[in-house]
């Protein structure tokens, strides 16, 4: 009991002490004991009690909000989630829209491309990329509506 108990105190002192202290609760409970066969077993699960008893005693409690403050507004959990959310939807609107709408759409609004840019790489009249963008943006304004 002893060599267990100050395994897991880590300290020979204290282990002494907490033996002693089972021993005392072991006498005083004995009547609870089932079977003089299990002495052993119950002597040992007393032991474990007051040994982590002893940890939880010594170790000092830090207030969690101290330690560790909340996250910042945009960090928290309920903002990422949603912010997530609305990616999906917004890919989700993007994949109905006509394949030279969403490649216009994602040339100007992801890569920032200009105007003549988004002409150049899809070899398309500049007006022709204007048109796209307009019907592109209300579709997506529409389909994001529930966001706002």
């Given at each position: 009991?002893?060599?267990?108990?100050?395994?897991?105190?880590?300290?020979?002192?204290?282990?002494?002490?907490?033996?002693?202290?089972?021993?005392?609760?072991?006498?005083?409970?004995?009547?609870?004991?089932?079977?003089?066969?299990?002495?052993?077993?119950?002597l040992m699960r007393i032991v474990t009690r007051k040994a982590i008893d002893r940890i939880r005693v010594r170790r000092d409690h830090?207030?969690?909000?101290?330690?560790?403050?909340?996250a910042h507004e945009s960090r928290s959990p309920e903002k990422i989630v949603e912010t997530?959310?609305?990616?999906?939807?917004?890919?989700?609107?993007?994949?109905?829209?006509?394949?030279?709408?969403?490649?216009?759409?994602?040339?100007?609004?992801?890569?920032?491309?200009?105007?003549?840019?988004?002409?150049?790489?899809?070899?398309?009249?500049?007006?022709?990329?204007?048109?796209?963008?307009?019907?592109?943006?209300?579709?997506?304004?529409?389909?994001?509506?529930?966001?706002?």
């Amino acid at each position: 009991m002893r060599v267990y108990s100050a395994k897991l105190l880590g300290s020979d002192i204290e282990s002494d002490d907490v033996v002693q202290e089972s021993f005392l609760t072991g006498w005083r409970q004995i009547a609870e004991l089932d079977s003089p066969a299990h002495v052993r077993n119950w002597l040992m699960r007393i032991v474990t009690r007051k040994a982590i008893d002893r940890i939880r005693v010594r170790r000092d409690h830090d207030d969690i909000d101290q330690v560790n403050p909340p996250a910042h507004e945009s960090r928290s959990p309920e903002k990422i989630v949603e912010t997530r959310l609305q990616l999906d939807a917004v890919w989700e609107a993007l994949d109905r829209l006509p394949a030279d709408q969403r490649r216009c759409w994602l040339l100007r609004e992801t890569a920032g491309y200009s105007y003549q840019e988004i002409s150049d790489a899809l070899e398309i009249p500049v007006s022709t990329v204007r048109g796209l963008l307009a019907r592109a943006r209300r579709f997506v304004l529409h389909e994001m509506e529930a966001w706002r």
